[in-house]
């Protein structure tokens, strides 16, 4: 074969080597770019889910965070609320207090106060020879003079012939009376101290209304 022909068949060799060449990179080019494109595709949706997955654990913590925050506030509303409460309780308690020291306060009067404790609970009591306890204050308020007017005042209100003597042994209140019978079967503490205590429950709400209104 000539050098002539030998250069021919070379040229046509790498003739069809290059076009055989050309076919293949444009195939991997075309599948690269698919792969590329698949790929993309493939990331994107990931991404996608990525973020998806994101914005929803964002969201449910989110809602987590404000659950907790309006939990938190409601507490403390509602501690603050209790505190407030309990205040008034104490300060109800100090301006009784205040009044059985002082006999007065605004328009309340104790020695009416303590008529009423005691006629109250001697309807509950039901001898007719009943015990007065008081503190050591009251205890000399209630003389013998007092325990006549309180007496007629008590079988007024009860309607039965009731005897009232003051036991000379003291208890240690801010004010009020315990009234039992001789036999100390039946006794009523009442007490400003067990009185108030009692009263707690019943008128917390009505409490809690005049401080808070609507805002309960």
Request: aromatic content about 4%.
């Amino acid at each position: 074969m000539s050098d002539e022909g030998v250069d021919k068949i070379i040229s046509h060799i790498e003739a069809e080597a290059e076009k055989e060449i050309s076919e293949i990179l444009l195939k991997a080019q075309e599948e690269a770019g698919k792969i590329r494109k698949a790929a993309q595709e493939k990331a994107e949706r990931q991404t996608e889910r990525i973020l998806s997955n994101g914005r929803r654990a964002a969201s449910l913590e989110g809602e987590r965070i404000i659950a907790e925050t309006k939990l938190d506030v409601r507490r403390k509303r509602m501690d603050a609320q209790e505190e407030a409460i309990a205040a008034s309780f104490e300060g109800a308690k100090k301006a009784l207090g205040e009044l059985a020291e002082k006999g007065k306060r605004d328009s309340f009067v104790y020695k009416n106060i303590m008529f009423n404790l005691i006629g109250s609970a001697s309807e509950v009591v039901a001898g007719s020879k009943l015990e007065l306890a008081f503190n050591q204050r009251d205890s000399r308020t209630f003389n013998k003079r007092m325990l006549g007017e309180l007496t007629t005042f008590v079988k007024k209100r009860t309607g039965r012939d009731i005897s009232l003597t003051r036991t000379d042994k003291t208890i240690k209140c801010l004010g009020g009376v315990v009234v039992r019978d001789l036999e100390k079967q039946v006794e009523v503490d009442n007490t400003l101290e067990a009185k108030l205590n009692r009263l707690k429950e019943s008128i917390r709400v009505d409490v809690a209304k005049i401080l808070f209104g609507d805002r309960l």
